[in-house]
């Protein structure tokens, strides 16, 4: 894939499927605006992009926050002109059965996965309906297709990523944006030692114990690595995927088979 000359915006960048996606993207040509919340994680990030050979920008951006989000979207464009790509990677995980939840911790999930998703694609596709071209891969989960117990909030948080990616989908497209979400099983980032931390004792297990159940569940017997969901996010946002909007993919190891 040549991302040469391109810009991508990505949510997330710190560590994890964020950062393997942005390193990947830049491998593959981009430029790269790297957006977290954590700044030293950023750092590194930025380091490995331009060991690369390519630029990388990175903003301190709670995605919560419409005025940081903004003012990221308007450095990247004062820097590189354009923003030809978005992925929105950033996410947290909160394990509770929704009859015991917490109100703070419902609003804290919501606002980080469906709202930081709504309220980042509202922006960049502001500037990407003036330069009438796009593509915007929000990460969603197959905890969006199927519940999972003790995990209701997450589940209802990436539902949303779906339909937000739907409607966009709808609404950008007369100015040739392509919106797609991707829906990973478990993928062996931090995020994933943080289910098997505190749904596995939810379970009855050790998180070693948990691990193994879970992986059990896929057929190809494993957890996917985080480079492996930035494939598929580098495919949905080149130009070989033109005609392709408005999807939610699996990518799941055989875990999910819709
Ligand atoms: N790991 C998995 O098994 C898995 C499976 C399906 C979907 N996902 C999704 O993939 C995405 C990436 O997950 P990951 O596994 O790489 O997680 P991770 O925890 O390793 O990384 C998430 C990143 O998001 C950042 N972040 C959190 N809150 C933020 C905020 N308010 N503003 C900006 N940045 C914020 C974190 O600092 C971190 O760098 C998430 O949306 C997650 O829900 C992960």
Redesign the pocket.
């Known amino acids: 894939m040549n991302f040469e000359g391109k810009v991508a915006f990505i949510?997330?960048?710190?560590?994890?499927?964020?950062?393997t996606t942005a390193l990947l993207l830049a491998k593959y040509g981009a430029n790269i605006v790297a957006?977290?919340?954590?700044y030293s994680?950023l750092e590194k990030t930025k380091a490995e992009i331009e060991e690369l050979g390519r630029k990388a920008i990175i903003c301190e951006?709670?995605?919560?926050n419409k005025l940081q989000i903004d003012q990221a979207v308007q450095k990247s464009v004062e820097e590189f002109g354009s923003i030809d790509i978005l992925v929105?990677?950033?996410?947290?995980?909160s394990t509770s059965l929704l009859v015991e939840a917490e109100e703070d911790m419902w609003d804290k999930v919501m606002?980080?996965?469906a709202k930081?998703t709504f309220l980042t694609c509202q922006s960049v596709a502001k500037q990407m309906i003036q330069q009438k071209s796009g593509k915007i891969v929000n990460?969603?989960?197959?905890?969006s297709k199927t519940a999972e117990y003790a995990n209701g909030i997450?589940c209802t948080s990436?539902a949303a990523?779906n339909m937000i990616s739907q409607t966009l989908a709808l609404e950008l497209a007369p100015f040739n944006i392509n919106v797609n979400a991707v829906?990973?099983?478990?993928?062996?980032?931090?995020?994933?030692q943080?289910?098997f931390d505190n749904r596995g004792p939810v379970e009855g297990m050790t998180p070693e114990e948990y691990k193994k159940v879970l992986t059990s569940f896929v057929p190809l017997g494993r957890?996917?690595e985080?480079n492996e969901?930035s494939e598929l996010i580098a495919f949905l946002s080149s130009d070989k995927a033109n005609f392709i909007t408005g999807v939610t993919y699996t990518i799941a190891g055989g875990k999910e088979l819709h």
């Not at 929105?88 to 995980?93: D, K, S």
């Open positions: 949510t997330g960048a710190g560590r994890g499927i964020g950062k957006c977290d919340l954590n994680d951006t709670d995605v919560t929105n990677c950033a996410g947290i995980i606002g980080i996965n930081g990460i969603s989960s197959i905890a997450y990436k990523v829906c990973p099983a478990y993928t062996n980032t931090d995020m994933m943080n289910v957890m996917a985080p969901i």
